[in-house]
């Protein structure tokens, strides 16, 4: 199987360059042609962390307070407090709609990171929780800048 990644263009320019490459191909031969978006390694890293990080939450409010929040509670939270919402419509009508991290880049979703491990670092509430800061978490907020 090849694999081909286009990169950012417009439509056009990754049609045109689609399009040359289709021309190649066999005509004697099959093909099944399967277009996905491309989710960079650091997306992912990133998204470990966050989500290793709302756990680390979920953990302490159940050892500290007896409360059972899923950790989705928790990526509401601070999305809302600090990706915001957006307006969009829906049946004719305004909604507010919160930012979701996959709609925002990778530096931005490292500075959202950087927000969330400062605030519950900051937060007397979490006194004496420690986050966990695996080497994936410079390489999730800084990149390939180590």
């Not at 286009?6 to 066999?26: E, S």
């Amino acid at each position: 199987m090849k694999q081909i990644i286009i990169q950012k263009g417009t439509k056009d320019t990754r049609a045109d360059y689609v399009h040359r490459y289709i021309k190649t191909l066999d005509d004697d031969k099959e093909y099944i042609i399967e277009i996905k978006k491309c989710i960079s390694v650091r997306r992912v890293a990133q998204n470990r962390i966050m989500w290793l990080w709302f756990q680390q939450l979920v953990d302490w409010y159940l050892e500290h307070y007896g409360l059972q929040k899923p950790p989705e509670f928790f990526k509401y939270y601070y999305q809302g407090l600090f990706l915001g919402y957006k307006v969009i419509e829906t049946a004719g009508k305004p909604v507010e709609k919160l930012v979701g991290t996959s709609e925002i880049g990778i530096k931005e979703f490292a500075k959202f990171l950087e927000k969330v491990k400062l605030s519950i670092e900051s937060d007397d509430d979490y006194q004496g929780l420690v986050l966990k800061d695996p080497d994936l978490m410079r390489y999730a907020i800084y990149g390939d800048k180590l």
